[in-house]
């Protein structure tokens, strides 16, 4: 029996093929058969091989403008199912997570997202994830993936794409404003190379002071000439 609603999954992706297929393949392990629509991956202009890897494990490939909260809203255009459900290219899901938002759906949940982990036992990083179970705006992330209705990110206009960086969390807290936001239990495995490759303290120590920035009252364009500066270089 074709379940009541379907999900899309939208997954922005930029030079990702030594994740993508990964990604790709633990998402058909992990999800049920018939509740997912389509997995979109979004690409912004990648120069290896994720366009083709992404086909050869089952996605759809749309071509966007780089920038996340583009690509992502471009795959929301895109996509069919009735719950939108965005998921960076190096989040590992977990064990029926499609039935899990669902479910969140059918309790009357619009938007939501897992907890999360890192892929390490750094306990400095361990700490931070363990925050992800608190519901409150300031502890979310687009590591942390984000379930919502298509009919909710049309009212909300989606991301905000004058936003390079925190367009996950700018439009998160649109979306607190607007209707209960759920936290799922179980956690998806987020990559922490990021942290690994520019260093845990320097990482986090900057994530947070783009998050007082914005507090403050810092523009998107602010936030991401900061990123760049202490983060990309």
């Known amino acids: 029996m074709k379940p009541s609603k379907t999900i899309s999954i939208v997954i922005p992706v930029l030079n990702e093929e030594g994740f993508i297929g990964n990604i790709l393949d633990h998402l058909a392990k992990t999800g049920n058969s018939g509740l997912i629509q389509e997995v979109i991956c979004v690409d912004g ?4 091989k994720t366009v083709p890897v992404s086909e050869a494990h089952g996605a759809k490939v749309v071509f966007s403008d780089r920038g996340r909260a583009k690509q992502m809203n471009l795959g929301a255009k895109k996509a069919q199912g009735d719950i939108l459900y965005f998921l960076h290219a190096d989040t590992f899901t977990p064990k029926d997570f499609d039935q899990k938002i669902l479910n969140a759906v059918a309790e009357g949940y619009d938007s939501g997202c897992f907890r999360m982990k890192f892929d390490t036992k750094n306990p400095f990083l361990r700490f931070f994830a363990y925050m992800s179970r608190i519901n409150h705006r300031l502890c979310r992330g687009g590591d942390q993936s984000l379930f919502v ?22 439009f998160i807290t649109r979306l607190y404003k607007k209707t209960a936001f759920k936290i799922l239990p179980d956690a998806v495995i987020t990559s922490a190379r990021k942290y690994r490759e520019k260093g845990w303290v320097k990482v986090q120590f900057h994530f947070g002071m783009i998050h007082l920035k914005n507090y403050l009252g810092a523009n998107p364009d602010e936030l991401y000439q900061y990123y760049k500066k202490h983060i990309l270089a």
Request: proline letters at 0%.
């Open 45 to 48: 202009g990648s120069q290896d």
């Open 149 to 170: 209705k298509k009919e909710l990110f049309q009212k909300t206009k989606g991301f905000n794409e004058a936003y390079y960086i925190y367009e996950d969390t700018e």
